[in-house]
């Protein structure tokens, strides 16, 4: 019988040793945070075209990390504009600063958009830790029959307990209200009260303190990224043909974007027998 109850009842999770690492991924079977030794990501400085949104989420995660006010984030906008390249580096960069001054380092914990209903457990798990966490949902969106957004939303502001006070939240979404349009227009025609039905959608996103919205680039400043990447790794081509290599590699894709520059860049390296480790 002894046996039966045991097969039958999980055993409880191990608890995770933070120190292992800064960045940890949440799987909500087994309520485990795995760590993660290396962070895919790119340095501050590389990041191009998007100063105002990078000087902003920096200062924001700042306070954040030094027990002082803050609020939610949300990076919406063009795909391939550098959103969670952003969440990623600035969290490397805060860090390096509190490591020089002594302080505990802030944790980054990556949750996948199918796991949000999960979110109430992490934030159990995490709220009586000493460290800070920043919990990020990249490309976070919901469909028109999703109802785990009302989770997203207890979490953020709403329930008996809050959102705990080491914990934050930033999200990337191609969306700025995280919900379709249509969605929140069929909501409008079909309810008994149109305007609070399209408020309850809406006001997600209100969640959300911080808004920095990404936009397709200019020619210049997608040239600006890919210069700065071939200068970052050493490449050797002259400005004239990486201009037009680059151009033409855009036009291809049709579109212009920090990940078209990358992939472009990717490309060159490659031709020239350039690694590049990360």
């Known amino acids: 019988m002894i046996g039966l109850i045991a097969r039958a009842v999980p ?8 120190a292992v690492a800064d960045a940890f991924v949440w799987h909500p079977v087994g309520d485990r945070l795995q760590p993660v030794p290396k962070v895919n990501r790119v340095e501050m400085t590389l990041l191009q075209g998007i100063d105002r949104a990078r000087d902003t989420l920096l200062a924001n995660t700042e306070r954040f990390a030094r027990g002082l006010p803050a609020n939610n984030a949300l990076l919406w906008g063009a795909r391939g504009m550098g959103k969670s390249s952003l969440v990623k580096a600035a969290h490397a960069t805060v860090n390096q600063t509190l490591r020089q001054e002594g302080a505990l380092p802030l944790k980054l914990v990556e949750i996948h958009r199918e796991d949000i209903e999960s979110l109430p457990v992490l934030m159990g798990l995490v709220r009586d830790d000493p460290h800070r966490f920043i919990v990020f949902c990249d490309d976070l969106s919901f469909d028109s029959d999703d109802t785990s957004y009302k989770s997203l939303k207890a979490v953020l502001e709403g329930g008996i307990e809050g959102r705990p006070a080491n914990v934050i939240f930033y999200a990337t979404s191609n969306r700025r209200h995280l919900l379709p349009r249509d969605m929140m227009e069929n909501e409008r025609s079909t309810a008994i009260n149109p305007h609070e039905a399209v408020e309850e959608k809406v006001s997600l996103s209100d969640r959300f303190g911080l808004w920095l ?18 200068a970052h790794l050493g490449l050797v081509l002259d400005d004239e043909r990486l201009v037009r290599d680059s151009l033409e ?7 212009r974007s920090g990940r078209t520059a990358w992939q472009y860049i990717q490309d060159l390296a490659g031709r020239q027998g350039i690694r590049i480790d990360g």
């Open 11 to 18: 055993a409880a999770p191990k608890p995770v040793d933070l």
């Open 213 to 230: 919205g990404f936009h397709k680039c200019s020619q210049d400043e997608y040239l600006a990224m890919v210069r700065g990447y071939a």
């Open 249 to 255: 590699w855009s036009t291809t894709r049709g579109s």
